[in-house]
Protein backbone atom coordinates (compact mmCIF):
# COMPACT_ATOMS: atom_id res chain seq x y z
CA UNK A 1 0.00 0.00 0.00
CA UNK A 2 1.23 3.36 -0.89
CA UNK A 3 1.73 6.19 1.42
CA UNK A 4 -0.98 8.34 -0.53
CA UNK A 5 -3.07 5.30 0.11
CA UNK A 6 -2.52 5.03 3.90
CA UNK A 7 -3.25 8.87 4.32
CA UNK A 8 -6.21 8.99 2.13
CA UNK A 9 -7.93 5.61 3.85
CA UNK A 10 -9.46 7.04 6.87
CA UNK A 11 -10.70 10.06 5.37
CA UNK A 12 -12.34 8.37 2.65
CA UNK A 13 -13.95 5.96 5.33
CA UNK A 14 -14.55 8.99 7.49
CA UNK A 15 -16.71 10.67 4.64
CA UNK A 16 -18.31 7.21 3.82
CA UNK A 17 -20.14 7.13 7.60
CA UNK A 18 -21.12 10.71 6.73
CA UNK A 19 -24.30 9.90 5.93
CA UNK A 20 -25.33 9.11 9.39
CA UNK A 21 -26.58 11.80 11.69
CA UNK A 22 -23.75 11.85 14.28
CA UNK A 23 -21.18 11.98 11.71
CA UNK A 24 -23.33 15.02 10.08
CA UNK A 25 -23.35 16.61 13.52
CA UNK A 26 -19.31 16.56 14.54
CA UNK A 27 -18.82 17.48 10.88
CA UNK A 28 -20.78 20.77 11.24
CA UNK A 29 -18.62 21.24 14.80
CA UNK A 30 -15.77 20.98 12.89
CA UNK A 31 -16.67 23.20 9.95
CA UNK A 32 -17.66 25.67 12.11
CA UNK A 33 -16.35 29.12 11.86
CA UNK A 34 -14.36 30.44 14.76
CA UNK A 35 -16.12 32.51 17.33
CA UNK A 36 -15.40 33.53 21.25
CA UNK A 37 -18.79 31.88 21.80
CA UNK A 38 -19.13 28.14 23.32
CA UNK A 39 -20.82 25.85 20.75
CA UNK A 40 -24.40 24.73 21.48
CA UNK A 41 -25.62 20.88 21.10
CA UNK A 42 -28.61 22.40 19.21
CA UNK A 43 -27.44 24.15 16.84
CA UNK A 44 -28.68 23.83 13.10
CA UNK A 45 -26.22 21.43 11.41
CA UNK A 46 -24.98 22.40 7.70
CA UNK A 47 -25.42 19.87 4.87
CA UNK A 48 -22.12 22.00 3.08
CA UNK A 49 -19.17 19.32 2.40
CA UNK A 50 -15.95 19.95 4.31
CA UNK A 51 -13.60 22.54 2.54
CA UNK A 52 -9.49 21.95 2.69
CA UNK A 53 -7.70 24.67 1.36
CA UNK A 54 -10.43 25.85 -0.58
CA UNK A 55 -11.75 22.97 -2.38
CA UNK A 56 -14.61 20.55 -1.39
CA UNK A 57 -14.68 17.27 -0.66
CA UNK A 58 -17.43 15.30 -1.79
CA UNK A 59 -17.76 11.55 -0.21
CA UNK A 60 -17.96 10.47 -4.12
CA UNK A 61 -14.46 11.32 -4.79
CA UNK A 62 -11.96 8.43 -5.46
CA UNK A 63 -8.82 7.62 -3.24
CA UNK A 64 -6.50 9.07 -6.05
CA UNK A 65 -7.87 12.49 -5.90
CA UNK A 66 -8.29 12.87 -2.42
CA UNK A 67 -4.27 11.99 -2.51
CA UNK A 68 -3.71 14.66 -4.87
CA UNK A 69 -6.06 16.81 -2.96
CA UNK A 70 -4.14 16.33 0.35
CA UNK A 71 -0.66 15.91 -1.18
CA UNK A 72 2.76 17.62 0.86
CA UNK A 73 2.73 20.07 -1.51
CA UNK A 74 -0.49 22.03 -0.23
CA UNK A 75 0.70 21.68 3.58
CA UNK A 76 -0.38 20.08 6.81
CA UNK A 77 -4.22 18.38 7.36
CA UNK A 78 -4.09 21.21 10.38
CA UNK A 79 -2.98 23.90 8.01
CA UNK A 80 -5.77 23.43 5.30
CA UNK A 81 -8.52 22.81 7.71
CA UNK A 82 -7.40 26.36 9.40
CA UNK A 83 -7.36 28.26 6.33
CA UNK A 84 -10.61 26.78 4.73
CA UNK A 85 -12.50 28.07 8.44
CA UNK A 86 -10.51 31.49 9.39
CA UNK A 87 -10.33 32.88 5.84
CA UNK A 88 -12.32 35.87 6.92
CA UNK A 89 -10.18 36.38 9.99
CA UNK A 90 -7.47 39.27 10.06
CA UNK A 91 -3.38 38.24 10.03
CA UNK A 92 -3.24 39.59 13.86
CA UNK A 93 -6.24 38.10 14.99
CA UNK A 94 -5.48 34.11 14.22
CA UNK A 95 -7.05 32.16 16.42
CA UNK A 96 -4.02 30.48 17.62
CA UNK A 97 -3.41 30.88 21.60
CA UNK A 98 0.65 30.84 21.19
CA UNK A 99 0.31 33.08 18.13
CA UNK A 100 -2.15 35.40 20.77
CA UNK A 101 0.21 35.47 23.75
CA UNK A 102 3.46 35.62 22.01
CA UNK A 103 1.90 39.27 20.35
CA UNK A 104 1.48 40.32 23.93
CA UNK A 105 5.12 40.22 25.00
CA UNK A 106 5.74 41.60 21.52
CA UNK A 107 3.33 44.32 22.47
CA UNK A 108 4.83 45.17 25.70
CA UNK A 109 8.25 45.32 24.36
CA UNK A 110 6.98 48.00 21.92
CA UNK A 111 5.97 50.22 24.78
CA UNK A 112 8.81 49.95 26.51
CA UNK A 113 10.72 50.88 23.08
CA UNK A 114 8.38 53.62 22.35
CA UNK A 115 8.53 55.11 25.87
CA UNK A 116 12.52 55.71 25.38
CA UNK A 117 11.77 56.89 22.01
CA UNK A 118 9.62 59.61 23.62
CA UNK A 119 12.63 60.28 26.83
CA UNK A 120 15.10 60.56 23.81
CA UNK A 121 13.33 63.15 21.95
CA UNK A 122 12.63 65.01 24.61
CA UNK A 123 16.63 65.18 25.49
CA UNK A 124 16.64 66.44 21.80
CA UNK A 125 14.57 68.99 22.11
CA UNK A 126 16.57 70.45 25.92
CA UNK A 127 19.98 70.13 23.59
CA UNK A 128 18.91 72.11 20.86
CA UNK A 129 17.82 74.87 23.23
CA UNK A 130 20.41 74.88 24.89
CA UNK A 131 23.22 77.70 24.34
CA UNK A 132 26.82 76.04 23.20
CA UNK A 133 28.83 78.33 25.03
CA UNK A 134 27.71 76.67 28.25
CA UNK A 135 29.08 73.53 27.27
CA UNK A 136 32.39 72.35 27.70
CA UNK A 137 32.99 71.58 23.30
CA UNK A 138 31.42 74.32 22.73
CA UNK A 139 29.28 74.31 18.79
CA UNK A 140 30.70 70.81 17.89
CA UNK A 141 30.28 69.15 20.96
CA UNK A 142 26.62 70.13 20.53
CA UNK A 143 26.22 68.65 16.97
CA UNK A 144 27.72 65.86 17.69
CA UNK A 145 26.06 65.07 20.60
CA UNK A 146 22.76 65.68 18.60
CA UNK A 147 23.99 63.43 16.06
CA UNK A 148 24.82 60.57 18.48
CA UNK A 149 21.48 61.03 19.76
CA UNK A 150 19.25 61.32 16.46
CA UNK A 151 21.15 57.87 15.79
CA UNK A 152 20.00 56.13 18.75
CA UNK A 153 16.24 57.35 18.41
CA UNK A 154 16.39 55.67 14.74
CA UNK A 155 17.51 52.80 16.34
CA UNK A 156 14.84 52.63 19.06
CA UNK A 157 12.79 52.99 16.37
CA UNK A 158 13.91 50.40 14.48
CA UNK A 159 13.80 47.78 17.53
CA UNK A 160 9.99 48.97 18.26
CA UNK A 161 9.10 47.32 15.37
CA UNK A 162 11.41 44.61 14.50
CA UNK A 163 9.55 41.40 15.68
CA UNK A 164 6.18 42.57 14.40
CA UNK A 165 4.74 39.64 12.38
CA UNK A 166 2.27 42.18 10.69
CA UNK A 167 5.59 44.39 9.32
CA UNK A 168 7.51 41.16 8.29
CA UNK A 169 4.69 40.42 6.44
CA UNK A 170 4.04 43.97 4.63
CA UNK A 171 7.68 43.74 3.76
CA UNK A 172 7.57 40.23 2.49
CA UNK A 173 4.37 40.90 0.17
CA UNK A 174 6.42 44.44 -1.04
CA UNK A 175 4.11 47.04 0.57
CA UNK A 176 6.34 48.04 2.74
CA UNK A 177 6.51 51.91 3.30
CA UNK A 178 9.80 52.75 2.90
CA UNK A 179 9.94 56.12 4.20
CA UNK A 180 9.83 54.44 7.95
CA UNK A 181 12.97 53.02 9.05
CA UNK A 182 11.67 49.90 9.74
CA UNK A 183 11.36 48.98 6.19
CA UNK A 184 14.76 50.60 4.82
CA UNK A 185 16.63 48.51 7.67
CA UNK A 186 15.09 45.24 6.52
CA UNK A 187 15.56 45.82 2.63
CA UNK A 188 19.58 46.84 3.32
CA UNK A 189 19.79 43.91 5.53
CA UNK A 190 17.98 41.59 2.78
CA UNK A 191 20.27 43.51 -0.14
CA UNK A 192 23.43 42.76 2.16
CA UNK A 193 22.83 39.26 2.24
CA UNK A 194 22.95 38.27 -0.74
CA UNK A 195 23.21 41.16 -4.10
CA UNK A 196 25.62 43.46 -2.48
CA UNK A 197 27.86 40.86 -2.15
CA UNK A 198 27.47 40.03 -6.22
CA UNK A 199 28.12 43.59 -7.09
CA UNK A 200 31.12 43.63 -4.92
CA UNK A 201 32.40 40.42 -6.22
CA UNK A 202 32.03 41.89 -10.16
CA UNK A 203 33.59 44.91 -8.86
CA UNK A 204 36.47 42.94 -7.94
CA UNK A 205 36.53 40.28 -10.65
CA UNK A 206 36.11 42.95 -14.08
CA UNK A 207 38.82 45.24 -12.38
CA UNK A 208 36.27 47.92 -11.75
CA UNK A 209 39.09 49.00 -9.16
CA UNK A 210 41.27 50.75 -9.96
CA UNK A 211 40.88 51.13 -13.29
CA UNK A 212 37.91 53.30 -13.34
CA UNK A 213 37.87 54.25 -9.68
CA UNK A 214 41.15 53.50 -7.05
CA UNK A 215 38.41 52.69 -4.59
CA UNK A 216 34.87 52.01 -4.16
CA UNK A 217 31.94 50.40 -2.03
CA UNK A 218 28.34 50.27 -3.50
CA UNK A 219 25.87 51.91 -0.61
CA UNK A 220 22.55 51.93 -2.66
CA UNK A 221 20.71 48.44 -5.02
CA UNK A 222 21.17 49.44 -8.23
CA UNK A 223 19.57 46.46 -10.69
CA UNK A 224 18.79 47.13 -14.21
CA UNK A 225 16.60 45.97 -17.30
CA UNK A 226 16.76 46.29 -20.76
CA UNK A 227 13.09 46.15 -22.81
CA UNK A 228 11.71 45.00 -19.87
CA UNK A 229 13.67 41.74 -19.26
CA UNK A 230 15.99 41.99 -16.05
CA UNK A 231 19.56 41.74 -16.57
CA UNK A 232 22.48 40.29 -14.21
CA UNK A 233 25.43 41.98 -13.43
CA UNK A 234 27.95 41.32 -16.39
CA UNK A 235 25.75 39.69 -18.78
CA UNK A 236 26.66 39.40 -22.32
CA UNK A 237 23.96 41.43 -24.66
CA UNK A 238 23.08 41.58 -27.65
CA UNK A 239 23.37 44.78 -29.77
CA UNK A 240 19.65 44.98 -30.79
CA UNK A 241 19.06 44.70 -27.29
CA UNK A 242 20.87 47.66 -25.81
CA UNK A 243 19.93 49.61 -28.87
CA UNK A 244 17.75 51.37 -26.15
CA UNK A 245 18.36 52.84 -22.65
CA UNK A 246 18.33 50.77 -19.71
CA UNK A 247 15.01 51.32 -17.33
CA UNK A 248 17.02 50.91 -13.13
CA UNK A 249 15.38 49.47 -10.07
CA UNK A 250 17.11 51.90 -7.13
CA UNK A 251 17.01 51.79 -3.63
CA UNK A 252 18.31 54.38 -1.24
CA UNK A 253 18.96 52.63 2.30
CA UNK A 254 19.23 56.38 3.83
CA UNK A 255 15.89 59.23 4.74
CA UNK A 256 15.50 61.77 2.76
CA UNK A 257 16.00 63.67 -0.74
CA UNK A 258 19.02 64.10 -2.73
CA UNK A 259 19.85 64.89 -6.57
CA UNK A 260 22.03 62.22 -8.11
CA UNK A 261 23.71 61.72 -11.18
CA UNK A 262 23.60 58.87 -13.31
CA UNK A 263 27.06 57.93 -15.65
CA UNK A 264 26.91 54.99 -18.48
CA UNK A 265 30.71 54.61 -19.65
CA UNK A 266 32.60 52.38 -21.40
CA UNK A 267 36.27 51.48 -20.34
CA UNK A 268 37.51 48.99 -23.06
CA UNK A 269 37.51 51.58 -26.09
CA UNK A 270 40.63 50.11 -28.04
CA UNK A 271 42.99 53.39 -29.17
CA UNK A 272 45.44 52.12 -31.59
CA UNK A 273 47.02 55.16 -31.83
CA UNK A 274 48.75 54.51 -28.73
CA UNK A 275 48.42 50.67 -28.32
CA UNK A 276 46.08 50.61 -25.09
CA UNK A 277 42.18 50.78 -24.07
CA UNK A 278 40.47 54.71 -23.86
CA UNK A 279 36.55 55.49 -22.17
CA UNK A 280 33.89 56.48 -23.79
CA UNK A 281 30.73 58.12 -22.14
CA UNK A 282 27.94 56.96 -23.52
CA UNK A 283 25.07 58.43 -21.13
CA UNK A 284 25.26 61.11 -18.91
CA UNK A 285 22.03 62.25 -16.58
CA UNK A 286 22.04 65.11 -13.38
CA UNK A 287 19.96 66.74 -10.81
CA UNK A 288 17.29 63.93 -10.59
CA UNK A 289 15.44 64.16 -7.13
CA UNK A 290 15.72 60.85 -5.56
CA UNK A 291 14.41 59.22 -2.20
CA UNK A 292 13.73 55.98 -0.47
CA UNK A 293 9.95 55.52 -1.74
CA UNK A 294 11.20 55.69 -4.98
CA UNK A 295 12.12 52.56 -7.43
CA UNK A 296 12.58 52.75 -11.11
CA UNK A 297 14.03 55.20 -12.98
CA UNK A 298 13.99 54.73 -17.04
CA UNK A 299 16.91 56.45 -18.69
CA UNK A 300 14.88 57.40 -21.77
CA UNK A 301 12.79 59.75 -19.96
CA UNK A 302 15.22 61.54 -18.32
CA UNK A 303 14.81 65.16 -19.51
CA UNK A 304 11.94 64.47 -21.75
CA UNK A 305 8.78 67.30 -21.15
CA UNK A 306 6.54 63.44 -20.58
CA UNK A 307 8.75 61.77 -18.16
CA UNK A 308 8.37 62.33 -14.23
CA UNK A 309 11.35 61.61 -13.07
CA UNK A 310 12.78 64.63 -13.42
CA UNK A 311 16.60 65.62 -13.89
CA UNK A 312 18.21 66.63 -17.23
CA UNK A 313 20.20 65.06 -20.16
CA UNK A 314 23.25 66.55 -20.88
CA UNK A 315 24.61 63.81 -23.01
CA UNK A 316 21.93 61.29 -24.88
CA UNK A 317 21.83 57.41 -25.19
CA UNK A 318 24.83 56.60 -27.49
CA UNK A 319 23.76 52.43 -28.44
CA UNK A 320 26.63 49.74 -26.96
CA UNK A 321 29.00 48.69 -29.48
CA UNK A 322 32.23 47.08 -29.93
CA UNK A 323 34.14 46.96 -33.14
CA UNK A 324 34.96 43.39 -34.63
CA UNK A 325 37.85 41.99 -33.03
CA UNK A 326 38.06 43.80 -29.96
CA UNK A 327 37.90 41.82 -26.76
CA UNK A 328 34.54 42.90 -25.01
CA UNK A 329 33.57 45.62 -23.43
CA UNK A 330 32.80 46.34 -20.24
CA UNK A 331 29.46 49.20 -19.70
CA UNK A 332 29.64 50.46 -16.21
CA UNK A 333 26.50 52.24 -14.85
CA UNK A 334 27.68 54.37 -11.98
CA UNK A 335 25.35 56.65 -9.60
CA UNK A 336 26.92 59.25 -8.20
CA UNK A 337 25.26 61.32 -5.08
CA UNK A 338 25.61 65.07 -5.60
CA UNK A 339 26.40 67.58 -2.71
CA UNK A 340 23.21 68.87 -0.74
CA UNK A 341 21.75 71.60 -1.92
CA UNK A 342 23.80 72.17 -4.97
CA UNK A 343 22.54 71.05 -8.75
CA UNK A 344 25.02 70.73 -11.81
CA UNK A 345 24.95 72.99 -14.83
CA UNK A 346 23.72 70.74 -17.26
CA UNK A 347 24.82 73.21 -20.56
CA UNK A 348 28.54 72.72 -18.97
CA UNK A 349 28.50 69.14 -19.09
CA UNK A 350 26.84 69.45 -22.34
CA UNK A 351 30.28 71.00 -23.65
CA UNK A 352 32.49 69.17 -21.84
CA UNK A 353 31.20 65.49 -22.57
CA UNK A 354 28.78 65.65 -25.90
CA UNK A 355 30.00 65.24 -28.88
CA UNK A 356 34.05 64.88 -29.26
CA UNK A 357 34.28 64.99 -25.62
CA UNK A 358 32.62 61.68 -25.19
CA UNK A 359 35.83 59.98 -25.97
CA UNK A 360 37.70 62.23 -23.28
CA UNK A 361 35.86 61.38 -20.41
CA UNK A 362 36.87 59.89 -16.90
CA UNK A 363 34.95 59.45 -13.83
CA UNK A 364 37.57 59.67 -11.82
CA UNK A 365 37.88 63.82 -13.03
CA UNK A 366 34.28 64.56 -13.73
CA UNK A 367 33.94 62.77 -9.75
CA UNK A 368 36.59 65.15 -8.26
CA UNK A 369 35.15 68.27 -10.52
CA UNK A 370 31.94 68.56 -9.20
CA UNK A 371 32.64 67.07 -5.88
CA UNK A 372 30.20 63.86 -6.59
CA UNK A 373 30.34 60.78 -4.08
CA UNK A 374 29.85 57.22 -6.13
CA UNK A 375 27.27 55.17 -4.56
CA UNK A 376 25.56 52.63 -6.59
CA UNK A 377 26.98 50.53 -9.55
CA UNK A 378 25.89 47.33 -11.97
CA UNK A 379 27.21 46.66 -15.55
CA UNK A 380 26.88 44.66 -18.22
CA UNK A 381 29.43 43.77 -21.30
CA UNK A 382 29.14 43.99 -24.88
CA UNK A 383 30.90 41.94 -27.97
CA UNK A 384 30.75 41.71 -31.64
CA UNK A 385 27.40 40.17 -33.04
CA UNK A 386 25.36 39.82 -36.32
CA UNK A 387 23.08 43.33 -35.35
CA UNK A 388 26.19 44.97 -34.13
CA UNK A 389 27.21 46.63 -38.03
CA UNK A 390 23.42 47.57 -38.49
CA UNK A 391 23.38 49.75 -35.29
CA UNK A 392 26.00 51.33 -35.80
CA UNK A 393 25.11 51.96 -39.36
CA UNK A 394 21.30 53.39 -37.82
CA UNK A 395 22.96 55.57 -35.09
CA UNK A 396 25.90 56.76 -37.63
CA UNK A 397 28.45 55.60 -35.44
CA UNK A 398 31.79 55.39 -37.87
CA UNK A 399 34.38 52.28 -37.61
CA UNK A 400 31.51 49.72 -38.58
CA UNK A 401 34.27 48.26 -41.35
CA UNK A 402 37.31 47.95 -38.97
CA UNK A 403 38.45 44.47 -37.88
CA UNK A 404 41.01 44.13 -34.94
CA UNK A 405 43.13 41.39 -35.65
CA UNK A 406 45.91 39.55 -33.31
CA UNK A 407 49.56 41.20 -34.58
CA UNK A 408 52.17 38.38 -34.39
CA UNK A 409 55.83 38.77 -33.71
CA UNK A 410 58.54 36.66 -35.00
CA UNK A 411 61.14 35.46 -32.44
CA UNK A 412 63.63 37.06 -32.01
CA UNK A 413 65.86 33.95 -30.98
CA UNK A 414 68.51 32.73 -34.00
CA UNK A 415 67.85 29.39 -35.41
CA UNK A 416 69.42 26.45 -33.67
CA UNK A 417 70.12 23.09 -35.62
CA UNK A 418 68.02 20.17 -34.83
CA UNK A 419 69.85 17.54 -32.98
CA UNK A 420 69.61 13.97 -31.61
CA UNK A 421 65.83 12.30 -32.59
CA UNK A 422 64.71 15.58 -33.78
CA UNK A 423 67.21 15.34 -36.85
CA UNK A 424 67.42 11.88 -37.25
CA UNK A 425 63.18 11.87 -38.26
CA UNK A 426 63.23 14.71 -40.75
CA UNK A 427 62.97 12.70 -43.20
CA UNK A 428 60.46 11.61 -45.29
CA UNK A 429 60.20 8.60 -43.87
CA UNK A 430 59.11 9.88 -40.49
CA UNK A 431 56.88 12.22 -41.30
CA UNK A 432 54.01 10.84 -39.24
CA UNK A 433 55.98 11.65 -36.14
CA UNK A 434 56.46 15.18 -37.62
CA UNK A 435 52.82 16.19 -35.36
CA UNK A 436 54.73 15.46 -32.04
CA UNK A 437 57.82 17.44 -32.61
CA UNK A 438 58.00 21.28 -32.49
CA UNK A 439 61.13 21.93 -35.40
CA UNK A 440 60.46 20.23 -38.13
CA UNK A 441 62.19 20.74 -41.58
CA UNK A 442 58.94 21.81 -44.01
CA UNK A 443 59.65 19.92 -47.35
Known amino acids: MSRSQQVTRP ?137 SLRKHVEELKILADINDPLVKRRFEDGVGDMSKPIYRYLANRKWHAMDQKIIVQRIQQFHIVPDILPKFEPTVDVKMSFRGQPVAPGQFLNSRVTEVAPTLRMQVFDKGERLISVVVMDSDVPDTEFDLFTRRCHYLATNIPWDPTKTHLPLRLVGSPSGKTGGELPVPWLPAFAQKGSPYHRLSIFILEQKAGERLDANKLQELYDGPGRDTFTLKSFRDKFNLTPVGFNLFRTEWDENTADIMEKHAIPGADVEFRHQHFKTLKTPRAAKGWEAKRQKPKYKSLWKYTKRIATL
Open 11 to 147: IVRSLQQGRTAATCQSRSIAARQFSSTTSRKDEATTTEPLKLSGLPISPQWTPEQLARLTSPDLGSRRRRAALATTTHVPFEQMPYLCFQEARKVLNEDRQEKIAQIVVETEKIKRLEAADPSTMRGGEAYKEKRLA
